[in-house]
Structure formats: structure tokens, C-alpha cells
């Protein structure tokens, strides 16, 4: 490879990873918005009952119902970004994110159409899980594709990086809405804001987007005519296996939905007597999500030289524990307790499993079927997590007693099951691009890859002094 065409490689990896940084960021900025207004906001406005458990267990039942329609999202955008290539599924997925959450800061409340204001919200809400399928597969795969020899790990978790950005920027905008704004007029129309301002997600991240060129992966098998045309049948048929094991480690979201969703509604909901005032709680996620991204970059490189197998298993098992102690801090009222357990769990330990998923689950699978098999995969196990909040507000609704270990307990046994599953998985990082998704190839010697790791970062090094 000629020094230009390092380069020109070098730049493609860079440009791939700031574009699927800055659309996760967007996207998930589309869905977290939707998940904070459902735990403050919409019990009040769309559910309203006389009984605040019926209310609350109905306004968070809407955000597990984006997730239902993932895995449909999953098989219909998998199957067009192993077909059409990762660059079109991205734009698709942007486009319809940005409309279908603006619309929902259109619709009218239960006191003005009745029924009809609910039965608008969960289409939208399914329109944005339906979107959202393919936006973490075709991303993860995109910048996958496109990163240097054996930086897979660090490149490819920006990804995720993005979708913290986005959680951070949507609580951001909640934010000072909640604090200035009058109760009165928040609940009537400042909760719009954040979603009409997802017209400028749309233009923002089309003109990302279309600057990025396919992968060379994507586009060698297209040129040499192996872009299958059932992809999903091909995934089911030789990586059903490896499907299941993605399935059981994505039901890691659980971490996410006890720290965001069920800990803002038990904190804030009057029902359940916490009495945490919602823009107080809202620092607790954003605090943890900043520390995350500046973890998220130093374990996925972390990864490119350990493996990416220990990180998700330690990630796993540690913030399923923490999930006890973060509850607990909320049930005795002690602010400055959760936010250092929102840090330690969601922040830190998290990451472990956070950061690596990008890389590792695209890792498991051929290009031919990349972007299928992992949509398919990731969304059918974080849609199992996404019933949880209506469970949990079920299971310990407001009045019961032990919320903490009921819920930890819960929390602690899922992430058991991801651990497991990660254990039974091969390890990928030492293996070549074109071995990807084959269960009998070799990895690369431990010295053979970190020389090969080196060679390759000095010739980018000194493509880019040159150029």
C-alpha cells in the first residue's frame, strides 16, 4: 500500500468514526428524549389515571414498545445494509428517527383527543424502535470496515461513545426546561421543545452522513457478486449460534434501563414517595453518561491488546451488583450516594461491556450477513430488556418494600446470563478482517499481531506527516 493510499485509508477510518459518532449522538438523542419525557412527563399527560401505579406502569409500557418493533426494524434494515450497502441503511435510519420524534412533539394530550393521544404516541414510538434497529449494526459494522489493522476495538466504540453523547445531550436540553420553566407550563408545552428541535437532527445528519464512502469489505463482495440476497436466511442457516450468544450478552441493557428509566420514575414519581425533584435527578444519568465518554475510548483500546472477551465479562458481573447499591441510594434519599453509585456503576463498570459490543458482536460474523445477524441479534435481546420497566413498576410498585433487592436481584441475574454468554463466544481481536464469522479460523500469534499492529499505525503515522 502506497503512502497516498495510507492516507487516504487513515482518513476514511477517521471520517467513518466521526460519522457514526455524530449519528449515534443524534439518533439516540430521537430516543432518550422520548425515554425521559416517559418517566417524567407523560404519566401526567397521556396516562392520566387515579391510580399513579396504572399511570405509571402504562407510560413506561410505551417505551418497551419501541423496542417490540426492533427486531422487525432489524430484519428489514439488516437486510438493507447488507444488500444496499452500510452508508444507505444509516441515512434510512436518520430520516426516519428525525420525523417520527418531531411528530411527537405535535400531538396532542389525553385531555384534548382522549384515547386518541396515546394510541398516536406508541405509533410513533414504534416508528422511532423500528428506525433505531438498524442504526447501532450499521454503524458498528461501517467503522468496523473501515478501521486500521488492529484497531477494530478502539474505532469501532465510538460508536457507542455517539449514543452516550446523545443521552447527554438529551437530558441536557430537559435540563433547564425542567429548572426555569413553571411546572405548569413544562407539563403544557416546554416538553415540546426537544422534540421539534429534531428537524435539525435531520438536516445534521444527512450531511454527515452522505460524506462517508461504503466499506471496502461491503464493496469487494459486492464486486465480486457474494452480496447475497437472503441475508437473513444465510444468518439463520451458519451463525445462528453466535446470534444466540449476541441475544443473551445484549440483554445487558438492563444496566442502562435500571439507571435511566425505572431509577428516574422510582425517584421521582410522587407515588413512590422518594421526592427527588426531577431536574436534580436528571444530573445522575448525565454525570455517569459524561464519564462514560471518556471511559468508552480507553477500553475499546483496552481491548485491541487484551481481548474483548474480559472486559465484558468483568463489565458485566460488577455493574450487576452495583445495580443493589445504586437502588439503595435512591430508597434512603441520598443524593450525592446515587449520583457516586450512577458513576461507579453506568460510568465506569458498565463501559466494560459498552464499549466493546461495537466491535465484538460485528466480529462474530461475515460480511455477507454483518449488519443482519448482529441487528437481528442485538435488538431481539434489548427489546427483552425494555418490557423490564413496566415489570419492575409491577413487581415493586409504589407502597412495597424492599424495591432495592427486588429489583437488584433481577438486574443481578440478567447480567449473569450475559457473562455466561460471553465466556462461550471465541475470541476475535487477533483475526483478520476476511476471517471474521468463520468459527474454525486461527487467530493471529500474539506477536505476529502486535507487530503487525505497530507496522501499521507507523505507516498511517507517516502517511499523514507527508500528506
Known amino acids: 500500500m502506497t503512502g497516498a493510499q495510507t492516507a487516504h485509508h487513515a482518513g476514511q477510518s477517521k471520517k467513518a468514526a466521526a460519522s457514526g459518532w455524530i449519528g449515534s449522538a443524534l439518533e439516540y438523542y430521537d430516543f432518550f428524549i422520548y425515554a425521559t419525557a416517559a418517566s417524567l412527563i407523560f404519566p401526567q399527560i397521556f396516562f392520566p389515571s387515579d391510580n399513579p401505579t396504572v399511570a405509571i406502569v402504562a407510560s413506561l409500557a410505551t417505551y418497551g414498545v419501541g423496542y417490540v418493533a426492533r427486531p422487525i426494524g432489524a430484519f428489514v434494515l439488516g437486510h438493507w445494509g447488507d444488500t444496499h450497502g452500510r452508508k444507505t441503511v444509516l441515512i434510512v435510519c436518520m430520516f426516519l428517527m428525525g420525523i417520527s420524534t418531531m411528530l411527537v412533539g405535535l400531538l396532542p394530550t389525553y385531555q384534548q383527543v382522549g384515547m386518541l393521544a396515546p394510541v398516536l404516541l406508541v405509533i410513533l414510538r414504534l416508528i422511532q424502535g423500528f428506525a433505531v434497529a438498524g442504526e447501532i449494526s450499521g454503524a458498528s459494522s461501517m467503522i468496523l470496515e473501515h478501521a486500521p489493522f488492529g484497531r477494530r476495538g478502539f474505532y469501532a466504540s465510538f460508536t457507542l461513545q455517539g449514543v452516550q453523547a446523545g443521552q447527554i445531550l438529551a437530558a441536557a436540553v430537559f435540563l433547564p426546561l425542567a429548572h426555569y420553566m413553571p411546572t405548569e407550563a ?22 454527515i452522513r452522505r460524506e462517508v464512502d461504503e466499506t471496502p469489505a461491503f464493496a469487494e463482495e459486492n464486486k465480486q457478486g457474494n452480496v447475497p440476497k437472503a ?12 446470534m444466540l450468544r449476541v441475544v443473551c450478552m445484549a440483554l445487558m441493557n438492563v444496566i442502562p434501563v435500571v439507571a435511566t428509566i425505572f431509577g428516574a420514575a422510582y425517584a421521582v414519581q410522587p407515588a413512590y414517595g422518594i421526592g427527588f425533584s426531577k431536574d436534580v435527578y436528571l444530573w445522575i444519568p448525565v454525570l455517569g453518561n459524561m464519564l462514560a465518554v471518556f471511559v468508552i475510548p480507553f477500553v475499546g483500546n483496552l481491548s485491541d491488546k487484551v481481548g474483548r472477551k474480559p472486559p465484558i465479562i468483568v463489565g458485566a458481573l460488577l455493574s450487576g451488583l452495583l445495580a443493589f447499591g445504586y437502588l439503595y441510594a435512591i430508597s434512603i434519599k441520598n443524593v450525592p450516594l446515587a449520583i457516586f453509585m450512577s458513576l461507579l456503576m453506568w460510568g465506569v463498570v458498565y463501559q466494560g461491556y459498552n464499549a466493546i459490543f461495537p466491535s465484538f458482536y460485528p466480529e462474530l460474523f461475515p460480511t455477507r450477513t454483518r449488519v443482519s445477524a448482529m441487528a437481528i441479534s442485538q435488538n431481539v435481546g434489548t427489546t427483552i430488556t425494555a418490557l423490564l420497566p413496566a415489570l419492575f413498576a409491577t413487581v415493586a410498585p409504589p407502597g412495597s418494600t ?25 475470541e476475535t481481536f ?27 499505525a507507523g505507516n498511517v503515522g507517516v502517511a499523514h506527516a507527508r500528506a
Open 186 to 207: 413544562f407539563n403544557s408545552w416546554g416538553w415540546r421543545i426537544p422534540f421539534l428541535l429534531s428537524f435539525f437532527v435531520i438536516v445534521a445528519g444527512y450531511i
Open 231 to 242: 441475508p437473513i436466511i444465510q444468518a439463520f442457516k451458519l451463525n445462528w449460534q453466535d
Open 402 to 426: 424492599s424495591i432495592p433487592l427486588t429489583v437488584g436481584a433481577i438486574a443481578f441475574g440478567i447480567t449473569v446470563i450475559s457473562a455466561v454468554a460471553a465466556i462461550s463466544a471465541r
Open 430 to 456: 487477533r483475526l483478520n478482517i476476511d476471517d471474521l464469522g468463520n468459527p474454525d479460523a486461527v487467530p493471529m500469534a500474539k506477536a505476529d499481531y502486535e507487530r503487525k499492529r505497530a507496522e501499521v
